[in-house]
């Protein structure tokens, strides 16, 4: 798995005036090939204290100054100071304490993304505890596997529902004793019982805690099995963070006074991505507000409320945005204007790539003022659709595609890719912001190494990778990469400069009939984009050929039949529309245009309901379960290989 490999390369350094630095990767090669790379820290390393000291650190160093946004009751959003949230932290803290929670015992968390989550973690760790998130989605087996399998001796769940549809369950679980509601104000009320509890006891809890003291458990969702409790330190997040923070300069440092950087959070904040910024805000200081509904008629009004200027997203977000944007230009009769905007924005884009990259002298005097003539016309509109003042974006998840990422930057939004995994306290790679490559998730975050094994395979080395499971049969945590290489699982492909491409997953690749090997991720990608199609899953694992099962968009196939003169349907007559089939082959028979002949798609199959993490088709963080959709639609992926 590590294989020896040639001395690294000498690596260049650029820019001698102050401010940021663009540091290249050093690299090693074998074989003519680029295989391992290395970005040396940003950041120096926490040798003391934790998390818990965050809140207090940033009180004592700018008391006034906002760190988290709250939304009200009625709507609207109060600023919280540092004074303010280290007092709100204290105070609950000390109530976990009158609880009679001690150091090192797991305190469990299931809620939407909310600012009492981030409350709670925090308050959690100055109380020298362990927090362990939950999916609110999660069924009643994994939350039951999860609370059981991390001894977790407290739950504060969101709602009354959720607590009591753990009702029979509770007698199973023994180490379980304190039990809270959130929407029920027993938040509030712990911070009034610990009143009693002297300030110094936080003090003393805190300095019982240093960066190798765990700090949460993160249980994977998983395709299959039980899941895995990952087992991240304080030190793990102080890496991730304080190097990611340096590196993004431009999300996380106000680059003028009247625009101070502001992130609205509304991925999961069980999901390690989301815990991850959320730490980061607090660590720099940066207003942080929480939305807890996708739903765009929940979340558009928070954004245009909160106003933020970076978003932490999903490439399919992206794309919804997008498609949105097209089907309602083409409403209004302006589809000839809208598709003209996004070449712009996309040569636009890549022209800023290649001034970067020094490729090339960056946009020219027609292709600017193209922009200009369309920026009110289109690409205003999708800002506002995002609050207004958005200006960046970090983007992970699953690959977003060259075009995409062109087209946001062109419409003035600069997409931050990334990669990386729960066990590595979220990202692996990051693209640079002073040289961005579009189609890839950029060089390794600052502190990390990163090897590509002879299969293929990613490996990383880093500060910020786990110390291993959580493993109460064995006494605590088992080392999850002995040999200091974490074998992630995913497959990639770096570059002579050092960008790493995303290729698949090791366990997904399909090995035809024929003896082909296909790794289903790019193609799966690229039909996503489509404005039509929800979800793609590429089938063929021992089969003659590949084929695939495609779910539709809903707000997609809405236009799609008003513009076609199309009655609506229900879904399952929907399916065999010859007309539609025609539209969706066109969109296959580009895709294949990517791949070899062996591994291009011949037949694809349209179900009649959208993939949903419901039905257990998607994990929370939108991956497919291909077991579970497999043993679903077994007779729809036998019809692809019947003959006649």
């Given at each position: 798995?590590?294989?020896?490999?040639?001395?690294?390369a000498?690596?260049?350094?650029?820019?001698?005036?102050?401010?940021?630095?663009?540091?290249?990767?050093?690299?090693?090669?074998?074989?003519?090939?680029?295989?391992?790379?290395?970005?040396?820290?940003?950041?120096?390393?926490?040798?003391?204290?934790?998390?818990?000291d965050?809140?207090?650190?940033?009180?004592?160093?700018?008391?006034?100054?906002?760190?988290?946004?709250?939304?009200?009751?009625?709507?609207?959003?109060?600023?919280?100071?540092?004074?303010?949230?280290?007092?709100?932290?204290?105070?609950?803290?000390?109530?976990?304490?009158?609880?009679?929670?001690?150091?090192?015992?797991?305190?469990?968390?299931?809620?939407?993304?909310?600012?009492?989550?981030?409350?709670?973690?925090?308050?959690?760790?100055?109380?020298?505890?362990?927090?362990?998130?939950?999916?609110?989605?999660?069924?009643?087996?994994?939350?039951?596997?999860?609370l059981?399998?991390?001894g977790?001796?407290?739950?504060?769940?969101?709602?009354?529902?959720?607590?009591?549809?753990?009702?029979?369950?509770?007698?199973?679980?023994?180490?379980?004793?304190?039990?809270?509601?959130?929407?029920?104000?027993?938040?509030?009320?712990?911070?009034?019982?610990?009143?009693?509890?002297?300030?110094?006891?936080?003090?003393?809890?805190?300095?019982?805690?240093?960066?190798?003291?765990?700090a949460?458990?993160?249980?994977?969702?998983?395709?299959?099995?039980?899941?895995?409790?990952?087992?991240?330190?304080?030190?793990?997040?102080?890496?991730?963070?304080?190097?990611?923070?340096?590196?993004?300069?431009?999300?996380?440092?106000?680059?003028?006074?009247?625009?101070?950087?502001?992130?609205?959070?509304?991925?999961?904040?069980?999901?390690?991505?989301?815990?991850?910024?959320?730490?980061?805000?607090?660590?720099?200081?940066?207003?942080?507000g929480?939305?807890?509904?996708?739903?765009p008629?929940?979340?558009?009004?928070?954004?245009?409320?909160?106003?933020?200027?970076?978003?932490?997203?999903?490439?399919?977000?992206?794309?919804?945005?997008?498609?949105?944007?097209?089907?309602?230009?083409?409403?209004?009769?302006?589809?000839?204007?809208?598709?003209?905007?996004?070449?712009?924005?996309?040569?636009?884009?890549?022209?800023?790539?290649?001034?970067?990259?020094?490729?090339?002298?960056?946009?020219?005097?027609?292709?600017?003022?193209?922009?200009?003539?369309y920026?009110?016309?289109?690409?205003?509109?999708?800002?506002?659709?995002?609050?207004?003042?958005?200006r960046?974006?970090?983007?992970?998840?699953?690959?977003?595609?060259?075009?995409?990422?062109?087209?946001?930057?062109?419409?003035?939004?600069e997409?931050?890719?990334?990669?990386?995994?729960?066990?590595?306290?979220?990202?692996?790679?990051?693209?640079?912001?002073?040289?961005?490559?579009?189609?890839?998730?950029?060089?390794?975050?600052?502190?990390?190494?990163?090897?590509?094994?002879?299969?293929?395979?990613?490996?990383v080395?880093?500060?910020?990778?786990?110390?291993?499971?959580?493993?109460?049969?064995?006494?605590?945590?088992?080392?999850?990469?002995?040999?200091?290489?974490?074998?992630?699982?995913?497959?990639?492909?770096?570059?002579d400069?050092?960008?790493?491409?995303?290729?698949?997953?090791?366990?997904?690749?399909?090995?035809?009939?024929?003896?082909?090997?296909?790794?289903?991720?790019?193609?799966?990608?690229?039909?996503?984009?489509h404005?039509?199609?929800?979800?793609?899953?590429?089938?063929?694992?021992?089969?003659?050929?590949?084929?695939?099962?495609?779910?539709?968009?809903?707000?997609?196939?809405?236009?799609?039949?008003?513009?076609?003169?199309k009655?609506p349907?229900?879904?399952?007559?929907?399916?065999?529309?010859?007309?539609?089939?025609?539209?969706?082959?066109?969109?296959?028979?580009?895709?294949?245009?990517?791949?070899?002949?062996p591994?291009?798609?011949?037949?694809?199959?349209?179900?009649?309901?959208?993939?949903?993490?419901?039905?257990?088709?998607?994990?929370?963080?939108?991956?497919?379960?291909?077991?579970?959709?497999?043993?679903?639609?077994?007779?729809?992926?036998?019809?692809?290989?019947?003959?006649?």
């Amino acid at each position: 798995m590590s294989t020896p490999l040639p001395s690294f390369a000498a690596s260049a350094t650029y820019g001698d005036a102050p401010g940021p630095v663009l540091v290249e990767p050093e690299t090693r090669r074998l074989d003519g090939a680029v295989r391992e790379v290395y970005v040396p820290p940003f950041a120096p390393p926490v040798r003391h204290g934790s998390l818990a000291d965050l809140p207090f650190d940033n009180a004592a160093a700018a008391p006034g100054s906002v760190v988290l946004g709250r939304r009200a009751a009625d709507g609207r959003w109060a600023d919280v100071t540092a004074a303010e949230f280290a007092e709100q932290v204290l105070a609950l803290a000390k109530g976990l304490i009158s609880e009679g929670l001690a150091p090192g015992d797991r305190i469990a968390v299931m809620a939407r993304t909310t600012y009492e989550w981030t409350l709670l973690d925090f308050a959690a760790w100055a109380a020298g505890l362990v927090t362990v998130p939950i999916y609110p989605t999660s069924s009643l087996f994994q939350i039951r596997w999860i609370l059981h399998d991390s001894g977790a001796v407290a739950l504060a769940t969101e709602t009354t529902a959720q607590a009591a549809a753990l009702g029979p369950d509770l007698d199973r679980l023994p180490d379980l004793k304190r039990l809270w509601i959130i929407e029920q104000g027993h938040v509030e009320r712990l911070a009034e019982l610990g009143a009693e509890v002297p300030d110094a006891e936080i003090g003393v809890r805190r300095g019982m805690l240093s960066p190798s003291t765990l700090a949460t458990l993160i249980y994977t969702s998983g395709t299959t099995g039980r899941p895995k409790g990952c087992a991240l330190t304080h030190g793990n997040f102080f890496a991730e963070v304080d190097n990611a923070i340096e590196l993004l300069y431009p999300v996380f440092k106000a680059e003028a006074k009247d625009e101070e950087p502001s992130i609205l959070l509304f991925l999961p904040m069980s999901h390690v991505f989301g815990r991850m910024v959320a730490v980061a805000c607090v660590r720099a200081r940066v207003r942080l507000g929480h939305a807890p509904s996708l739903k765009p008629d929940e979340l558009l009004p928070d954004l245009a409320a909160f106003r933020p200027t970076c978003l932490l997203t999903i490439p399919y977000m992206l794309e919804k945005v997008f498609n949105t944007a097209r089907a309602k230009a083409e409403s209004g009769g302006r589809a000839t204007v809208f598709d003209r905007a996004e070449s712009v924005a996309v040569r636009y884009g890549e022209a800023l790539e290649a001034r970067q990259t020094g490729a090339g002298g960056g946009p020219g005097r027609a292709l600017r003022t193209a922009r200009a003539f369309y920026d009110p016309l289109v690409y205003r509109r999708i800002r506002s659709a995002m609050g207004g003042r958005v200006r960046y974006a970090i983007c992970g998840g699953s690959p977003l595609g060259r075009r995409l990422a062109a087209f946001y930057a062109g419409a003035g939004i600069e997409i931050f890719e990334g990669y990386g995994l729960t066990e590595t306290t979220a990202a692996v790679t990051v693209t640079p912001p002073l040289k961005p490559r579009l189609g890839t998730v950029g060089w390794p975050l600052p502190g990390t190494r990163l090897r590509i094994a002879v299969d293929g395979e990613i490996l990383v080395s880093g500060e910020q990778v786990l110390h291993g499971y959580w493993d109460p049969a064995a006494g605590g945590v088992v080392s999850a990469a002995p040999d200091g290489w974490f074998a992630t699982g995913d497959l990639g492909a770096l570059d002579d400069e050092g960008y790493l491409t995303i290729t698949g997953r090791k366990k997904e690749m399909l090995i035809t009939a024929g003896g082909s090997s296909v790794a289903p991720a790019p193609l799966e990608d690229w039909l996503r984009s489509h404005p039509l199609i929800s979800q793609c899953l590429v089938v063929g694992d021992r089969r003659p050929y590949v084929c695939a099962l495609f779910t539709l968009d809903p707000d997609g196939i809405t236009h799609w039949r008003r513009m076609n003169g199309k009655h609506p349907v229900p879904p399952e007559l929907l399916v065999d529309d010859e007309d539609l089939h025609a539209v969706l082959q066109r969109a296959v028979d580009e895709a294949n245009k990517l791949v070899s002949r062996p591994e291009s798609i011949r037949r694809f199959a349209v179900l009649p309901h959208d993939f949903t993490e419901y039905a257990g088709h998607l994990t929370p963080s939108m991956k497919l379960r291909r077991d579970v959709i497999m043993r679903d639609f077994a007779d729809v992926v036998e019809g692809l290989y019947r003959t006649g």
